[in-house]
């Protein structure tokens, strides 16, 4: 987040010297230009100025060139370097919000005052969740602060999913709520913890890049396969160690002594019955109300997935395991004389295959994708042929990256791209009170193309002149994270 | 080395981004292609080195300004000297409330210098700079917001008309406002004083003492603000309609009276979505505006 520009710090003002204005700025205030502020007695860069719908339309300095050799693929050639559009300058004056003036035609109309703020994008995020823990049924609205921002949509493997934002939460509700979805997708967006509260369902704290926390627990691991999947890894590893092993899921529950894998290792039956409603061998849907418990059902004892040993085949003494498909709840127990299960002490080498799930477990994160459109103002906007621009992208000719992180560009018209907001820099995205998301996004293209696209060959220039202007903020670099 | 602007033009390759400190210009000129492009040459030219001439006297400027004499020396700081100067007797105002307009007439008299160009325009975040060769017009129009139902009200600028200046302001503004308008659109002869003007007419939409508003000393947001421990408006809450009409009547009285004494040419009051217009003669309700904007939508 530190610039290149130098500050001096007088109390706890800081004297900004990024341009002769030499504004002293406050701690969490910005200065004239609304670009530069003092975060914690540290001048930063604070501008995504960059507004995702106007970069091509009205004209975001694109990623420079360097004047000769051919693309090497990167976004540019030095490879430490990313230029990203965040704190490219303003393309418009969006930082005088409330009244602007769009200079473009509209209806015969050469220059219109906008006397509310800001502008209007498409956009949302998409969150993955990382639990099996139940956090409310699909299609289940999400609230921010009691204003609905989203809905639970379908699930993925190990995951639940939220969709959250788009145009109808931002604009087409009451005011607060569009504002309130707006707050919701920049904090996402940037990183910071989000609660939501789910109709019907949990409270989660949403932080990308971070573990999710259901109902003020904070989620540890992700399961490695649903109880059926569990079993079928880890069933020589309890044989001869145990009788029976349950992996409690709420989606299938597995039955070592019934199930194929069971079955292949010659594992005897052990008179188990289990509740639910059996799918295959050893295969159980439904044995519990989804919920918060042990592996994602409602349950706190597990014994209640289970009806009574069948007699004719269970013995006293008898052994199991029953475990969560995290592994992170497991107890023991031993079938007493009248066959009810007993929890005892766990021995030493099932706890080690408790941990060994656990270990195949990967932790459970909160991930979040931003997804935003850049393709209506691109057809209706002020380029000799806007549609040049889209058919690049989708031809691969352009590269798209945002905040200099890779994006993927859905296929069909427009260009609608998906970022992971943790390979992004630091305070990435800003609003305007629209309400509407601000988010960086750049072009990168080989000259060449650029001047077959209809490009501003007089207006490109090399990377080194960048340098020498204070607009360069160097940001750590992560190896891996960034392509 | 010397601290250059940045320059680029727009991808519709018409317009011209100017963009230096917290400066932004949008820059468009109509006229021969090489007349255009000598104008824009001396637009950027001009704009060079223009920040730091208006810094070197920054603290002059940042000064309530003496309604009789003007110890400014730079050009720009004149001109904004010289428009808020018929305000200054009675009411506390910096040559500060004008730079934005001073900035974009400055630019525009560059081009005008080398180039003959049959209309131009500099729009420095709102404050508009206007040239209108003879028979030439030009279409202003205020818009609620982008994805709206079209525009809210229309007015077209005449060459024959005086009116080369166009400034917005209100509180939700870059700079501060002493009062509560969401937005004052003011027509003036020029750009500098349609700044000054929206500046003092903005100021004056405002409800004194009303617990809904938050204010906030101007110098405890911004330590070097020119408006030093000025109460600013932070935000305003809910306010009923004969509070919303008292505000803006209070704003529209000042408007009428800057019109009677020829400072501006007309102007657009607006507060919680009620719009109030003072002295423009062209001025359409937009409906009419929004139904062909319709039928547009409609063959399209």
Redesign the interface.
């Known amino acids: 987040m530190v610039t290149d520009t130098t500050s001096a710090a007088i109390g706890d003002?800081i004297r900004c010297d990024?341009?002769?204005?030499?504004?002293?700025?406050?701690p969490g205030?910005a200065?004239?230009?609304?670009?530069y502020a003092n975060h914690d007695g540290q001048l930063v860069r604070v501008d995504p100025h960059v507004v995702l719908e106007r970069t091509?339309?009205?004209?975001g300095?694109l990623v420079p060139f360097q004047a000769g050799g051919d693309w090497d693929g990167k976004i540019v050639h030095e490879p430490s370097i990313v230029v990203t559009a965040i704190g490219a300058?303003?393309?418009?004056?969006d930082?005088?919000?409330?009244?602007?003036?769009?200079?473009s035609e509209?209806?015969?109309?050469?220059?219109?005052?906008?006397?509310?703020?800001g502008?209007?994008s498409y956009c949302g995020v998409k969150v993955k969740i990382d639990t099996d823990r139940y956090l409310g049924p699909e299609t289940a609205t999400v609230r921010a602060q009691g204003e609905a921002v989203g809905h639970v949509t379908t699930g993925e493997y190990g995951s639940q999913m939220l969709s959250l934002g788009g145009v109808h939460h931002l604009?087409g509700g009451s005011k607060k709520e569009g504002r309130v979805t707006c707050d919701a997708l920049m904090d996402l967006s940037n990183c910071k913890p989000v609660e939501l509260s789910i109709d019907g369902g949990a409270t989660v704290v949403v932080r990308a890049g971070h573990p999710p926390v259901v109902n003020g627990v904070a989620e540890e691991r992700m399961r490695v396969g649903c109880g059926s999947a569990t079993i079928g890894m880890f069933a020589k590893q309890w044989r001869g160690k145990v009788d029976e092993v349950v992996v409690v899921d709420d989606h299938i529950t597995g039955v070592l002594s019934e199930h194929q894998a069971g079955k292949l290792l010659d594992i005897p039956d052990t008179g188990i019955k289990m509740r639910g409603r059996r799918s295959t061998p050893g295969r159980y849907f439904q044995v519990a109300e989804p919920g918060t418990g042990w592996g994602g059902t409602r349950i706190s004892d597990p014994l209640s997935v289970l009806g009574p040993f069948d007699p004719k085949t269970a013995r006293p003494g008898m052994t199991m395991l029953m475990v969560s498909t995290t592994g992170e709840h497991a107890a023991y127990y031993e079938l007493d004389a009248a066959l009810r299960p007993i929890e005892k002490q766990m021995p030493p080498d099932l706890k080690l295959s408790v941990e060994r799930i656990q270990e195949n477990c990967e932790p459970a994160l909160c991930t979040v994708l931003f997804m935003g459109g850049a393709g209506g103002s691109l057809r209706a906007?002020?380029?000799?042929n806007?549609v040049r621009l889209t058919r690049s992208v989708k031809d691969a000719l352009t590269r798209v990256t945002s905040g200099g992180a890779p994006v993927y560009v859905w296929p069909g018209g427009g260009i609608t791209f998906m970022v992971d907001v943790t390979q992004m820099p630091a305070g990435a995205f800003g609003y305007v009170?629209?309400p509407a998301l601000v988010a960086p996004i750049e072009f990168t293209l080989k000259l060449s193309d650029y001047a077959a696209l209809?490009g501003?060959m007089?207006?490109v220039r090399p990377l080194a002149s960048l340098r020498?202007?204070?607009e360069i903020r160097p940001m750590p670099y992560i190896p891996g994270r960034r392509a | 080395m010397k601290r250059l602007p940045q320059a680029a033009l727009l991808p519709d390759g018409k317009r011209l981004h100017l963009h230096d400190g917290p400066i932004d210009l949008i820059v468009e000129a109509k006229g021969k292609e090489a007349e255009i492009h000598a104008a824009y040459q001396a637009a950027v030219r001009r704009f060079t080195g223009l920040l730091d001439e208006l810094c070197e006297e920054l603290e002059e400027l940042r000064h309530a300004a003496d309604p009789a004499r003007c110890a400014l020396k730079g050009v720009v700081a004149r001109r904004m000297h010289a428009a808020v100067a018929p305000f200054a007797a009675d009411c506390f105002v910096t040559p500060m409330a004008a730079v934005a307009g001073s900035v974009a007439e400055e630019i525009l008299g560059a081009m005008l210098g080398v180039a003959q160009l049959t209309r131009a325009y500099v729009n420095n975040g709102g404050d508009i700079a206007l040239h209108l060769a003879d028979g030439e017009q030009f279409t202003v129009g205020l818009m609620d917001r982008p994805d709206g139902d079209g525009l809210l009200r229309t007015t077209i600028a005449h060459a024959d008309d005086p009116i080369r200046g166009i400034a917005t302001s209100g509180r939700h503004g870059r700079s501060f406002s002493l009062g509560i308008a969401d937005a004052v659109t003011v027509l003036a002869r020029t750009a500098s004083q349609a700044d000054a003007a929206a500046t003092i007419i903005a100021n004056a939409v405002d409800l004194p003492g009303h617990p809904a508003i938050v204010r906030c000393p101007a110098n405890a947001l911004q330590p070097d603000s020119d408006l030093g421990a000025r109460l600013v408006t932070r935000d305003v809450g809910e306010l009923c309609a004969s509070e919303i009409e008292d505000a803006l009547d209070a704003g529209s009285r000042r408007a009428r009276q800057l019109l009677a004494a020829g400072l501006i040419e007309g102007a657009a009051l607006r507060l919680h979505g009620e719009t109030v217009v003072v002295g423009t003669t062209e001025t359409r309700q937009s409906r009419q505006l929004h139904n062909r904007a319709l039928e547009h939508a409609m063959h399209a």
């Open positions: 003002k990024a341009c002769p204005v030499m504004c002293y700025i406050k205030a200065g004239a230009c609304d670009r091509v339309s009205h004209g300095r300058g303003t393309t418009y004056p930082y005088k919000p409330a009244p602007f003036i769009v200079s509209i209806d015969g109309v050469d220059m219109v005052t906008v006397v509310t703020e502008i209007f604009t906007g002020v380029t000799d806007p009170p629209t209809g501003h007089d207006f020498d202007s204070a």
